[in-house]
């Protein structure tokens, strides 16, 4: 199993679940986290804001990005979805 399809399988968790589920060394995991946040494959937000941007400690939590090719917008995701529906 990859980091992505844990975190797929489990929306909101932290590097270090992933790093016990993966029993991989959480420095390993931390690093792969970045890279998939840097490349947008990821959404990290942090869980004792409720996602707000926290210039100190906190614990984040991680998501798949539904939108990986650079569209920010859920109805624009949710259109092209549903227009793809119905084309088929």
Not at 10 to 32: F, M, Q, R, V, Y
Not at 52 to 66: D, F, L, M
Request: aromatic share 6%; net charge positive.
């Amino acid at each position: 199993m990859t980091i992505l399809d844990y975190i797929a399988t489990h929306p909101g968790c932290s590097g270090g679940e992933i790093a016990a589920a993966l029993n991989t060394p959480t420095t390993a995991i931390n690093a792969e986290l970045r890279r998939l946040w840097r490349g947008g494959l990821v959404i990290r937000t942090n869980r004792s804001t409720g996602g707000r941007a926290r210039k100190t400690g906190g614990q984040a939590s991680y998501h798949v990005n539904p939108m990986p090719f650079g569209c920010s917008n859920p109805l624009t995701h949710m259109f092209n979805q549903l227009l793809k529906e119905a084309r088929a």
